[in-house]
C-alpha cells in the first residue's frame, strides 16, 4: 500500500471509530471528528514527534484538540496510535470512563494535558506550550487542531498576536474549515483566504489546503515545521466528510447516529479496520528538570504595599527557581511583576491587555512542567474566568495574583475595583484563596503558593499596611492568625487584608472602651480555619466579618459555611460587613466609610450588635 | 480665525483641560487624554450630532470612549460643550462628584452613556447601540474612541468581525494610536498600517492619518460617514502631544502633573482658554416609542425543559413586546432563542461564538432603549464576566439566561457545566437571579425580567421536568413557593431548579418512611425569600439546601446568609449539599447520585442529620 492510501485507510478508520464511539455512548460530536480525520491521520502518522509510552518525552511535540467537541476523533486517533484498546474506546462519555465527552487529563489518560471543550481555549494553551518549550530548551512542536466556529472568540486573536510578537517557531494551527458551526454556517464560511488574511494580519503564515487531501496535508505541515515564525494551515473540510447523508449537510451537530444510520455510514467508509501506528520518534533527550530550591525571602521592616511584597517575593524566588515562569497584561509597574522581569527577563512573558490568552497560556506552561504566576489587576482576572474554570478541569497548577482590590483602590472607581473575585474564586473547584494584610504574610503565602496543586489565587493590596508579622512566622494555607484575644472576649472580629488592617484599629478602640473583642486575620479564605472560627464564636457569642469585597460570595459566605459545617447546630450571632452598593471615587478612607468596612465602621457594628 | 485655527484651540483647551483637572485631583490620566485631544476636538465641533440638553435626542449620534482612562479629555469636552461647568470639571474624582475617575453614566452625568475603563469593551458596545439604532431605523452614528493599548483584547477583534458581518455601516471606531501603553511600548507601536491590515482583514474600511492634524481628522470622518460598512481611522498621536517633557514620552501613564509641572505644561499649551462650541444638531425626529404590552405567555399541560419553556416565553412575548431585542452566541437551537428568531429575525442578532461582543452589544442595545436577551450554556456566559460586571457599572438593563446548569447535562462533561454561575451572578451589584423548576415559572419569570432594572440572570435545565405550577401562578421576584408544609415537619428541603425537582421526591420518600418535612422552591435565589427560609428554620430547625451547583457561593450561601441576616440570633442547624470535586461525564440521574444531590442522596442527608 503507498502512503496516500495508507493515511486515507487511517483516516476512514478514524471516521469509522468516531461513529462507532459516539452511538456507542448515544450522543457526541461524530461529523465534527469526520471533518479533521484526514488531517489527524497524517499528523500522528508521520508529523507528530510522539512516544506514546511516554507522552511527555521532554523530545517530543505536544497536541491540544482546541475543538474538543471532536472527542471522539482524539480517542480514535489515541486507539490508532495503541494509547487504548477498543473496549475502551467504547466506553465514550459513559461515568467512570476516562473517555470522557470532552478531552479531560486524568492519571489513567495521560496522553491528554489539558480539558478543552470551552472552544477559543486550545490556541492561547498551545501557545503557553510553544513557549514553555522554548524556555525549556526542547525541541518540540506544539500542534493545535481547532475548529472554524471557535475562530470567533477573541481569545483566539489574542493567542494569535502574541505568538507573532513572541515569535514563536514552535507553534502550528490547523483550522479544520468545515463551514458548520453548531446551528448552521460560520461566519466566513469555506472563505479561507479571509481566514488566511486575518492570520497574516496578525503576523502568522498562513497557507489554505484541501483537507482532505493527504499529501497536501503533508506538504502542508513539513512547510510548517520549517517556517519561521508561527504558522496556521486552513484546511478546507466537510463536516461529516466521507458519508453520503451527513458530508456538509446541515442539523447533524453533536448528534449520533442511531444503529442503522451507523452500519450504513460505516459501510460506506469501507468498514471497519484494525490499523495500529507509531508516531515518529521523539528526539532523543534526558530531561534537565529546572533547579526548584527555595530562595531567601524579602523581609519588611516597615510599611509596605502587599502588590509589592508580591513583586519582591517572585524576584527573590527568580534565581533558586528556575521553574517559576511570570505573565503581565501590561500592568506590570502596578503589580510589581516587573522586579522578576528585572531579575530574569528570559522567564518573563508580556502578553499586553490579553488576560485570556494569559491565563490559557499559563495552562500551557504548567503542562510543560513549568510554574506560572500571572498578575493583574484582581478586576481584570474576571475577564479570563471561562479560562480559570477551564483550568480547573485541566487539573492545571496556576498561580493568579489580582491586585488593587477592592473599594479601597479610590479614585480610579468601580470599573479598577476587585469586588467579585473572591466569590468567584471561591467557586472553582479545587481552589485555594488567600488575602495576606502585610508584607511578611504575603511573602510567605507567595512562596507557598509555588507547590500548591490546583488554582491559587492571592488578592493584593493597592496602598501600603503596616508591618504585623515577621519572616518567621508561618502562614499555612488553612490557617488563621488571631490577635489580641482574652478569656473575656465579647466579640471577634474576622479580617483579611485591608480589612485587618481596619479591624486591629477597631478592636484597639473597643478594648478602649472597656470592650474586649478579639481579631481574626482570615488570611486563607480556601479553605478558611473553620476550628478556629467556630471556637471564636463560642467564645465570644458574635463574629463580625469584615471584608473589602461584595457581601455576596466572599470571606462572610465562607465564614457562614464554616460555622454551618457538617450541619452543626447553630448559636450565636454573625454580622456580614462587606460593599452592598455600587462605589465610586473618592479617596480609600472615604470608600471604606461609605462601604461601612473602615475601623470606625467596624467599632459602631460591633457596639450595635451588643446593643 | 479659520476653522484650522479654530479646532486646534479648541483641542489646546481640551488637553489644558485634562492636565488641570487630573491635577487638582492629584491622580488620573492626561497624557492619554492628550493625545486625543485634536480627534475629540473636531469630532464635537464639526461631526457628532448631539442636542447637550438631550443626549439621547432620537436622531442623535452617540459616543463611547473606550479608553475609558482618558476621562479627563471627555469631561473637558464635557465642559466645552456646555454640559457641565469648569467648577463641575474641578471635582474630578473626588467623593460625591459624578465627574468619575473612569466614566460612569449617573442621574446627574446623563452625557455618558455607558460605563468604561477595562479595556476592549467600548467597540462592543458600540456595536450594540449601532445595532440598536438600526433596529429603531434612527439615522444617528455611533462614534467609538479607542486607545492601541486594548486592541490586544480579543473583544475588540469579536466586535470587528460581527460589526462586518452585520454590515453595520453606522459605526465608526477612532483608535488614538499613541504609541505608548501603561508599562512601556505597545505591541504594534507606530505601525498604523499593521492595524488597518487587521480591521480590513476583519471586513472594516480603514484609513491611516495624522491624529494632530484636524484637517485631515475632519477629512477621515467625512470619508468614514459618507462610507458604507464599519470604519475604523487609525490615528497616529503622541501621548502628552503639545508638551515638550511628555510628548511620547515612557513613564507618564496615569500620572497627574504637580503645581509646578501643571503651570509649565499649561503655558507651553499656550495658556487656558474659554471656549465653547455648539455640536451639529441631531437630525429632528419624534421619538416613536416601541411597543411594549405584555402578550399571552405560553402555557405548559405537561414536562418541559426550562430552557424551552424560556425560548417558548421569548417567542410568545416578540410580536407585543416590541423593545426585544435577543442575542444568540451560535446555541440558539440549544437555548430555544431560535424561536425568537422565527418570529421577529429583525431583533434576532447572532454573534457567533464571541459570549464578550454579545454582553457588550446588549449594554449597548439598552442604551438605546432597547431591551436585550441574551442566552448562552450558563458554563460559557464565564466568558463574559467581566463585560457583566462594567455593564452593572453601567447600570445597564441587561437579561442573560444560561442554560445547561449543572451536573444534570450528563455525557457532555465539566466544559460544559454551569456550576459557578449562581456564585458569579450573585456577587455582581444589584443582580437579580432566578433559577426555575418547572415550565410556569420559567415563563413568569422570563416575563417579569423584561421590566426588572439591572442585571438579571435566568438559569436553565436541559433535561425536562415535570410540570408543577399552573399558568395563572405568580412568581414574584424575591418570593418563593413552599411544598407541603404541615405542623409536624422535623425538616426543610430548599432546592430550585432540577434540585427542587429531587428535593420533592426526596420528601415524598421521607413522608412515606414517616418523617414530615416540606419543602421550599427557592426560584429566586437574589433577592431570597428570608422571610420564609427563616420561619421554616425556626418551625423545623433543620434545613438542608440541595444546589446542583458547586457548594461555594451558591445557594446555600445565599440561605446561610438570609438566616444570618442582620446579626440574629442563629439557631437550628443548616446542611449544604452541592458539587464539591469535579464531575466527569455520566448520565444525569449517575453524577446527580455522585455529586450528593440526587433523591435519594438528598433523603439520606435527611435521615442522617436527624439522627
Redesign the interface.
Known sequence: MDERTERNELAAQLAVDSIRCSTA????HPTSSMSAAHLLAVLYAGHLRYDVSEPRHPGGDRFVLSK?HASPLLFSTLKAIGAITDEQLLTF?????PV???P?PLPDMPWIDV??????QGLPIGLGMALGLRILERPGRVWVLMGD??T???????AM?NAS?HGLDNLIAILDMNRL???GP??LQWDGD?YA??A???GWHARVIDGHDVGAISEAYTEAEQTVGPCLIVAKTEKGHGVSFLANREGWHGKALNDEQAAKAIAELGGERSITITPLKPEPLTATEPRRSPGTLPSFDGPVATRKAFGDTLAAMAPTREDLVVL?A?????TYT?EFDEAEPDRFVQ????E??MIGAAVGLQAVGLTPYAATFG??L??A??FT??A??S?AHVRLSGSHAGVSIG??????MA??DL??F?????STVLYPADGASTAALVAEMADTDGIAYIRTTRESTPKLYDAEDAFPIGGSKVHGASGGDVATIVGAGITLIEALTAAETLRGEGTPVRVIDAYSI?PIDGETLRAALDATG?LVVVEDH?????I???V??A??E???????????LGVS??P????PT??RD?AGISAGAIAEAVRA?LG
Open positions: 455512548a448515544g450522543s457526541g474538543g462519555r459513559r461515568f467512570g470512563s470522557e465527552g470532552h479531560v480539558a478543552t471543550g470551552s472552544l477559543g466556529s471557535e470567533a472568540e477573541g481569545s483566539v486573536w489574542e498576536e510578537y458551526g453548531q446551528r460560520t461566519m479571509a488574511r486575518r497574516e494580519a496578525f503581565d501590561e500592568v506590570g509597574n502596578s516587573e502578553f499586553f491587555i490579553a485570556q490568552a478586576a481584570f474576571s475577564r474566568y471561562d474554570r477551564m480547573a478541569i487539573r479614585e480610579d472607581g468601580p470599573s479598577q469586588l467579585e466569590a468567584s471561591r467557586a472553582v473547584d479545587g480556601k458574635l461584595r457581601v455576596e460570595g466572599g462572610g459566605d465562607a457562614l459555611e460555622i454551618a457538617g450541619g452543626r447546630p447553630l448559636s450565636g450571632r454573625v454580622v456580614k452598593r455600587m465610586s471615587s473618592g479617596s472615604e470608600l461609605w450588635a
